[in-house]
């Protein structure tokens, strides 16, 4: 399901494949959250500039075969490119490219970077079973009764 995203703007081929042959969704900052809340595994693929990442293409062209090797067991979207920074910046996302987990509506991990094969299988996996967490944002400064601040 397409989340009122604009897809007419240009995308790399390969990340644009994912939505047009393999059901992935479109999602942006404004979208993702009510995306993530329809339930189950949910994987958003940050590709990244594909000329500074050439990495992301890969991931892009690996992504299929990982949904194969995980029949059924995990959705998958993609973000427009202009559209990636405020996503990585909202789950703390700091490699390209990245593909952040969730699962029912909640912040699972991320992965980041190309993997071998079975590096990506063990990471998948691992990632699939853990439960859901605090992104690894930057944390909201606290004072404490003495003044000095600290990050949560």
Same mark, same amino acid.
């Given at each position: 399901?397409? /989340?009122?995203?604009?897809? =007419?703007?240009? /995308?790399?081929? &390969?990340?644009? +494949?994912?939505?047009?042959?393999?059901?992935?969704?479109?999602?942006?900052?404004?979208?993702? @959250?009510?995306?993530? =809340?329809?339930?189950?595994?949910?994987?958003?693929? %940050? =590709?990244?500039? *594909?000329?500074?990442? #050439?990495?992301?293409?890969?991931?892009?062209?690996?992504?299929?075969?990982?949904?194969?090797? $995980?029949?059924?067991?995990?959705?998958?979207?993609?973000? #427009?490119?202009? /559209?990636?920074?405020? &996503?990585?910046?909202? !789950?703390?996302?700091?490699?390209?490219?990245? %593909?952040?987990?969730? +699962?029912?509506?909640? !912040?699972?991990?991320?992965?980041?970077?190309?993997?071998?094969?079975?590096? $990506? &299988?063990?990471?998948?996996?691992? =990632? &699939?079973?853990? *439960?859901?967490?605090?992104? *690894?944002?930057?944390?909201?400064?606290?004072?404490?009764? @003495?003044?000095?601040?600290?990050?949560?």
């Amino acid at each position: 399901m397409n /989340h009122l995203i604009d897809t =007419a703007e240009p /995308h790399v081929p &390969l990340v644009r +494949r994912l939505a047009d042959n393999f059901g992935a969704a479109w999602v942006d900052e404004s979208s993702v @959250a009510a995306w993530i =809340a329809e339930g189950g595994d949910r994987v958003v693929l %940050l =590709a990244g500039d *594909p000329v500074r990442f #050439p990495e992301g293409v890969d991931v892009a062209v690996v992504l299929p075969e990982l949904m194969k090797a $995980f029949p059924e067991r995990f959705t998958v979207a993609v973000v #427009p490119r202009d /559209h990636e920074d405020a &996503l990585a910046r909202r !789950y703390g996302a700091q490699r390209w490219p990245t %593909l952040l987990f969730f +699962r029912a509506g909640q !912040y699972v991990t991320a992965i980041g970077g190309m993997r071998d094969w079975d590096v $990506f &299988l063990k990471e998948i996996d691992a =990632a &699939l079973r853990m *439960p859901p967490s605090r992104p *690894p944002t930057i944390g909201i400064p606290v004072v404490s009764q @003495a003044g000095a601040t600290v990050c949560q």
